[in-house]
């Protein structure tokens, strides 16, 4: 017997078989991005607001789910490296800003 034919009879049945809407199935796909969405960091407030050129400064960054970032890229200035040395869920602080 094929492994196809082994489990087809319990999805035959009329008791557990049901259809699956349109609506239904765009509905997963909302709740699906919400989940998604709720997971990205986001980023409330970065401390100081200016760094002086040519120095290493301190960073504190807050925001929400912050443990989930791996790096950070100034997009502006690509001679900006930013280093993390610690992470948390709402901070990540001692962060250098280099140049």
Same mark, same amino acid.
């Given at each position: 017997?094929?492994?196809?034919?082994?489990?087809?009879?319990?999805?035959?049945?009329?008791?557990?078989?049901?259809?699956?809407?349109?609506?239904? +199935?765009?509905? !997963?796909? %909302?709740?699906?991005?919400?989940?998604?969405?709720?997971?990205?960091? @986001? =980023? #409330?407030?970065?401390? $100081?607001?200016?760094?002086?050129?040519?120095?290493?400064?301190?960073?504190?960054?807050?925001?929400?789910? +912050?443990?989930? !970032?791996? %790096?950070?890229?100034?997009?502006?200035?690509?001679?900006?490296?930013? @280093? =993390? #040395?610690?992470?948390? $869920?709402?901070?990540?602080?001692?962060?250098?800003?280099?140049?």
């Amino acid at each position: 017997m094929s492994r196809t034919r082994r489990y087809l009879p319990p999805f035959q049945r009329d008791d557990l078989s049901f259809e699956l809407t349109q609506e239904f +199935l765009q509905q !997963v796909l %909302i709740e699906r991005e919400r989940r998604a969405t709720q997971k990205q960091p @986001v =980023i #409330d407030s970065i401390t $100081p607001g200016e760094f002086p050129a040519g120095e290493t400064t301190p960073v504190e960054i807050r925001g929400r789910n +912050l443990e989930r !970032v791996e %790096i950070i890229e100034v997009s502006e200035d690509n001679l900006v490296e930013v @280093v =993390i #040395d610690r992470k948390e $869920p709402d901070l990540i602080t001692n962060a250098q800003k280099l140049y």
